[in-house]
């Protein structure tokens, strides 16, 4: 578990200097999304890697295998629909989160019954 600690730690360092991707020209004009699109244009300077535009999408902003996906508490992270599929999760190795279309009511009876099991669930419900 210590190795699998670090690359946590890791990951979180990396994480921060990560620069945000954005689309190239995106802040130039409204019709151009934010989202990440690959330049693709012959004589694009993103593309060819100027020094004064953004950052490009590369393999090096990866975060290290072991860790890749997990919760930053370093469980599996698990969606949920119903006390059926709760019964499954491995409280050792998995972290719940209950799906957003699921209503309240069956919300409460999904929560209920994780802290009998002792299943710790990531986006509880806010107490009125």
């Known amino acids: 578990m210590g190795e699998e600690q670090r690359l946590l730690g890791v990951r979180s360092i990396q994480k921060h200097k990560k620069p945000s991707f954005s689309r190239y020209g995106s802040k130039y004009k409204k019709r ?5 699109r690959r330049p693709r244009g012959r004589q694009n300077k993103q593309r060819r890697g100027k ?3 953004p950052a490009a999408v590369k393999v090096g902003y990866g975060s290290p295998a072991l860790v890749r996906g ?3 508490s370093g469980l599996e992270d698990t969606l949920v629909r119903n006390i059926k599929e709760l019964e499954k999760v491995d409280p050792e190795k998995q972290v719940v989160r209950i799906a957003r ?4 009511k069956k919300r409460l009876e999904i929560e209920e019954r994780a802290e009998e099991i002792g299943i710790k669930i990531i986006n509880m419900v806010k107490e009125l």
């Open 32 to 36: 151009v999304k934010e989202a990440w």
């Open 101 to 104: 279309t699921v209503g309240r």
């Open 70 to 72: 997990l919760h930053p």
């Open 51 to 53: 020094v004064s535009k």
